[in-house]
């Protein structure tokens, strides 16, 4: 167990629809990162947070938001679903920034249909 | 931004046998290197790493070697078992920037 808490493991919504995935980041750690993880595809960096600002961007879409709360759990909100947004997300929290051990939590796997 | 490539996407090994995974990055201002471990269903979990100021690690039957000139960095599995079956991810950051980029990933399949 990474200490790192992900909810709601599975996902299955309608195009169009939106959703809000879930991260609750190890105790202390203070940095969260967001990953898509498609089928057979390595791991696409989305977001990151660092104490509640957000630090550095990958290539998220427009349709695709994300925000680290006072507690340091952060939410990942993706909307206008479409059928090429089913992936695994991840969620990783380390202690600080970039370089050091990130722990990943179990994914959230979506499903749009 | 940095790119980092890894191959093989797949290996495939006879149970004791080694296994090697390479990745090369291009931005010469990265200077850590985490290798990760994805079991099925599970999320990837740090196996070993490596700053810019070391040029080998070991931890029990894993190494993993960073060659700066060439900006490629390799990891080595020695005496493989079944349970080292799994996706392995290699990844480059640099001191100062907050985005670690991940290679596409080896599947390894260790046959007993």
């Known amino acids: 167990d990474s200490g790192v808490t992900q909810t709601p493991k599975h996902l299955i919504t309608a195009t169009g629809q939106r959703v809000t995935l879930r991260c609750s980041p190890r105790s202390g750690d203070l940095s969260v990162y967001w990953y898509q993880q498609s089928l057979d595809q390595g791991l696409q960096f989305l977001i990151q947070y660092y104490n509640g600002e957000e630090r550095a961007k990958g290539n998220i879409l427009e349709r695709f938001s994300a925000q680290q709360f006072p507690d340091l759990h952060s939410e990942l909100n993706l909307s206008s679903l479409e059928l090429g947004d089913s992936a695994l997300y991840f969620c990783a929290s380390s202690p600080q920034g970039a370089n050091t051990e990130a722990f990943f939590g179990q994914g959230t796997r979506l499903t749009v249909v | ?112």
């Open chain 2, 1 to 112: 931004g940095e790119n980092v490539e890894q191959h093989p996407s797949t290996l495939s090994v006879q149970e004791g046998d080694s296994a090697v995974i390479k990745c090369t990055y291009s931005d010469s201002a990265s200077n850590y290197f985490p290798w990760y471990k994805q079991e099925l269903g599970k999320g990837p979990q740090l196996i070993i790493d490596i700053r810019s100021n070391v040029g080998e690690k070991k931890d029990q039957r894993i190494a993993v070697t960073l060659n700066k000139t060439a900006k490629h960095f390799s990891l080595h599995i020695t005496e493989t078992q079944p349970e080292d079956s799994a996706v392995y991810f290699c990844a480059a950051s640099k001191e100062g920037y907050q985005k670690v980029t991940f290679g596409t990933g080896t599947k390894l399949q260790v046959i007993p």
